[in-house]
């Protein structure tokens, strides 16, 4: 496989489930992103992931939960979540610190509460 | 403070016509800027991009855009819309230096029509 591959593409969760999205990509990078993409919304980013660390986290809920066990693997653990995190869950990778920037999406998991 | 502005969140074309769709920026310093499409139901695909050097730049499915530092303008062409062109458009600023390193403009959502 290649690019960035997100699991599931679409979800539909109680109030009090606990689930969790993944994310894997195969381009050799050091950089792995969430982000929340609303209706009507500009993109959100939520967290970055430099070498495996935690380099930013964008005020987020800490209903949602991040984990980067490696560079090449991105979970985004969920409970309790609330109506208004229906939105479309996008990961990124990037080749890091010093490249160009360039951001490669996953094609998104589609969230919805209940 | 850094910032994306796109002009229009929808844009409607005729099939054949010139597209036009219009980004500027807010930089201190000179940023690396971004063209990104989503497809409905699919993640972020790089258009195009502006690091350095050539101002006009060439990108994927005939797109094109031009760097212009003082109108701070980068604002993406294509001189005939297909149908399969129809999807959002993102602008997008990225700077290595900062806390937010990628700055997402809201979207402009482009029709075109037979």
């Known amino acids: 496989e290649t690019g960035v591959t997100q699991t599931p593409r679409h979800l539909v969760m109680g109030m009090t489930n606990k689930k969790s999205l993944k994310c894997e990509q195969h381009?050799?990078?050091?950089?792995m992103y969430w982000y929340k993409q609303s209706a009507k919304k500009p993109l959100e980013l939520m967290f970055v992931?430099?070498?495996?660390?935690?380099?930013e986290n964008n005020s987020v809920p800490s209903r949602f939960s991040p984990e980067c066990p490696n560079s090449s693997h991105l979970f985004l653990h969920l409970h309790t979540l609330q109506p208004e995190d229906s939105a479309l869950y996008l990961c990124a990778s990037s080749t890091g610190t010093g490249g160009t920037g360039e951001l490669f999406f996953g094609e998104g998991s589609r969230l919805t509460v209940l | 403070a850094q910032s994306v502005t796109q002009l229009g969140s929808h844009v409607s074309v005729s099939e054949g016509a010139l597209v036009l769709l219009r980004c500027n920026y807010s930089?201190?310093?000179?940023?690396?800027l971004f063209w990104y499409v989503q497809y409905p139901n699919q993640g972020l695909q790089l258009l195009l991009k502006?690091?350095?050097?050539?101002?006009l730049v060439k990108g994927i499915n005939g797109f094109e855009a031009e760097f212009k530092k003082s109108e701070t303008s980068f604002h993406l062409t294509k001189p005939s819309a297909h149908m399969s062109d129809a999807a959002e458009y993102f602008c997008a600023l990225f700077r290595e230096s900062g806390t937010y390193k990628y700055i997402f403009g809201t979207g402009t959502r482009l029709k075109v029509l037979a």
């Open positions: 930089s201190s310093v000179p940023p690396y």
């Open positions: 381009l050799g990078h050091n950089a």
């Open positions: 992931y430099n070498f495996k660390e935690q380099t």
């Open positions: 502006y690091t350095t050097g050539a101002t």
